[in-house]
């Protein structure tokens, strides 16, 4: 069985000794960077396993487009930490969430490769949210920033 509750502990131990904003979810923590907002969440995978989770909602209330999903399917994998996708919208079958997500292994993580991951996802999600916004549209997660 995952040990998902010890892999949990040491990645809030890593975020909390590194950062000064990190908050509690149900499933796990969050970080702000400008306009972005970084959840990371530990799960099982498989039956020995555990997964570390980054997710960033990007955009959200994002209209669906034939140009919006060209996009998506050419430049999912631009980055070398994150993927874009699409998930649908709660609120509204006509328009979309645009996400950033990434995944390590938890088992074997350090403490450096939790923070560059956090790093470069941060930094990812607040120059893509302007991006895209300005060509599909969609509200950023902190639209303060």
Known sequence: M???????SKVQEFLVSNLNNVGLTKD???I???SAQIFVSVRQWGDKDTLVKFEVPVLFD???SPELYEYIAFHASDWVFG????N???EDPGKVVI???HSLQGDYLDEPELMEAVRLLAQ???KIDDELKSQFGGTRFHEDD
């Open 28 to 30: 796990g923590f969050t």
């Open 99 to 101: 996400t950033l997500e």
């Open 62 to 64: 994002v209209p669906r």
């Open 2 to 8: 995952a040990n998902v509750d010890a892999v949990k």
């Open 83 to 86: 993927t874009i996708g699409l």
């Open 32 to 34: 702000r960077n400008g």
């Open 124 to 126: 990812i999600g607040d």
């Open 88 to 90: 649908a919208s709660d």
